[in-house]
């Protein structure tokens, strides 16, 4: 089992930053990817960004040029640096990451971004 907790949600105005952070723990041995989710209200989740096991990164286009995903392989630590937020950004923003043919899910992190 994989356990993943989350960080660095919360409250930011139009054009601000925030960096989330989520560590997994547990029994790892072969990530193969680790990504960021967001739900806002009444949507689908969607995929924010995804980076997998070689480095190679994938963003929606929505957030392409604001956001940047990142890991530390020694931590298990995944990371999302979100600049230039905008109103539309504000959602529960999930982490996950995948093992195997395992998916695992992260609490969720409120992101609220004031216009």
């Known amino acids: 089992q994989v356990r993943l907790v989350e960080s660095g949600g919360g409250l930011v105005q139009a054009g601000g930053s925030l960096r989330l952070s989520c560590a997994a723990s547990?029994?790892?041995?072969?990530?193969?990817?680790m990504g960021w989710y967001r739900q806002a209200p009444g949507k689908q989740r969607e995929l924010v960004a995804v980076?997998?096991?070689?480095?190679?990164?994938n963003y929606a286009d929505s957030v392409k040029g604001r956001f940047t995903i990142s890991r530390d392989k020694a931590k298990n630590t995944v990371y999302l640096q979100m600049n230039s937020l905008k109103a539309e950004d504000t959602a529960v923003y999930y982490c996950n990451v995948g093992q195997l043919q395992y998916n695992y899910w992260g609490q969720g992190t409120q992101v609220t971004v004031s216009s």
């Open positions: 547990g029994s790892i041995f072969s990530i193969n990817a």
């Open positions: 980076i997998i096991s070689g480095g190679s990164t």
